[in-house]
């Protein structure tokens, strides 16, 4: 099946939304700690369970090798105090992105061409050898129908590998592209035939299928959205787009219906059905490595812009008046005008958005942050609440949860200037999407 969508980047406004930062952020929600962990990315996320954080670390600098801040932080959430530094022994450099948890096993890889499993007190379990970077989240998956998940994780232009919960023992590997730099999303995972097995989707790079040109693009960049069968690693569908996916992909479940969402780097939301047939698109401009955030199914999808610094939006789109759509086809589509609700400048946005009721106002809001130091909170119209300044840059998507058992959400913001940032609100407000990939899964996956 070969679909071809072509986003345009013509834009509606409804409003347009400007301000300035109006005051530092701790003026607004008390910080609770600080803790130096080193830098964080894009890719990176966090994880919250039994009264402990952990978070992957890019150390002093991305760029040093042996960096003896790299690797894991266990943190105390209640005091900030770091626990546990989980640093493997293998000289080289051991940037961590993505973790997650599962009872008393952390799993992550890093830029050393490993992937690890380690117990929480910092004991190295087993070790599985990569062809290359880890740069995304790893996932836990019901693969292998035993009482343990598995995880899933990707490799920088090698694939997609699944490995054994307990023992690290490779269970499949999708390599249908070999090419470096694809493939440093993090998957999402759902049950797409009904078979009881999570299966797996992802964007990873190819080769082209023709050499057309649109304008002054090439209309195929050799860019694919695989969904793999989870039993097996076999390929169920694919589908070609126009450019690179370095985002995430969102999963929409909704009864029994489930929609795909992706953004493709060059300006092109995109809805699937779990067949893969095409339901709509949406364009905005390029440069979209922030994740896909929803409100509702009958609301409005949120994410950042990062490509041309000063010029870089963030944009509040109402989607779903066609996304859930029982004439699912195969067909073209030359252009859809994107119709945004907000936009207004911000500079680059890496960060995926987070919603959640972090102002206690009985609504959620969408909050974000940008690298040149702002976090940014509207509601999920898009209309601007409240516009703060952070102590300095941010990639990561922040944190919204109690994570003190205090009954009161917490904001936590990893910086660029190597702290982990945690904030007090006054709220007890729902959190529908509180971190980067949704859950401590990290399944990309929410359900309404």
């Not at 992706?262 to 339901?279: L, T």
Request: net charge negative.
């Amino acid at each position: 099946m070969k679909n071809i969508v072509l986003c345009i980047t013509g834009i509606m406004l409804f409003c347009a939304v400007s301000g300035q930062v109006n005051t530092d952020i701790d003026k607004v929600f008390n910080l609770k700690w600080k803790a130096d962990i080193g830098i964080t990315t894009y890719r990176s996320n966090m994880i919250c369970n039994d009264g402990k954080l952990y978070i992957g670390s890019n150390g002093e600098d991305r760029n040093f090798d042996n960096d003896k801040k790299d690797g894991v932080y266990i943190i105390d959430s209640d005091k900030g105090e770091i626990i546990t530094h989980i640093l493997p022994d293998i000289l080289g450099d051991n940037d961590v992105n993505g973790v997650v948890v599962n009872k008393n096993r952390i799993y992550f890889g890093n830029d050393n061409y490993h992937f690890y499993c380690y117990d929480t007190d910092g004991k190295e379990l087993w070790r599985y050898k990569t062809e290359y970077d880890v740069e995304s989240c790893p996932v836990l998956a019901n693969i292998n129908e035993d009482s343990e998940p598995d995880v899933i994780f990707t490799v920088e232009g090698k694939g997609v590998v699944a490995l054994d919960g307990v023992t690290g023992k490779k269970i499949w590997k999708f390599e249908k592209v070999k090419r470096h730099r694809g493939y440093n999303g993090s998957p999402s995972i759902i049950d797409l035939n009904s078979d009881g097995i999570d299966d797996v989707l992802i964007g990873g790079e190819g080769t082209p299928s023709s050499t057309r040109s649109i304008g002054f693009k090439a209309a195929f960049y050799g860019d694919y959205f695989y969904a793999i069968d989870g039993s097996n690693g076999f390929l169920l569908w694919e589908q070609e787009v126009g450019s690179k996916i370095h985002a995430s992909p969102l999963v929409i479940k909704q009864g029994k219906d489930i929609c795909i969402v992706f953004a493709s780097c060059y300006g092109s939301i995109q809805f699937y059905s779990k067949e893969g047939y095409f339901r709509k698109a949406v364009g905005t401009n390029v440069g979209l490595f922030s994740s896909p955030v929803i409100s509702s199914p009958d609301g409005y999808l949120a994410i950042g812009q990062s490509w041309f610094a000063e010029s870089d939006r963030y944009y509040v789109i109402p989607v779903a008046d066609q996304y859930f759509n029982e004439n699912d086809g195969g067909y073209e589509v030359l252009e859809e005008t994107a119709k945004y609700m907000a936009e207004f400048n911000t500079g680059r946005i890496s960060a995926t958005a987070v919603f959640a009721d972090m102002l206690g106002k009985g609504k959620p809001q969408f909050a974000f942050v940008t690298e040149k130091g702002e976090f940014i909170i509207t509601a999920e119209k898009g209309a601007l609440l409240q516009r703060l300044k952070l102590p300095a840059g941010a990639e990561a998507t922040p944190m919204v949860k109690d994570i003190d058992g205090d009954g009161y959400l917490e904001i936590l913001i990893a910086c660029l200037d190597g702290y982990l940032y945690c904030y007090d609100t006054k709220s007890k407000g729902k959190v529908i999407w509180g971190q980067f990939r949704g859950d401590d899964r990290n399944s990309g996956v929410i359900t309404f």
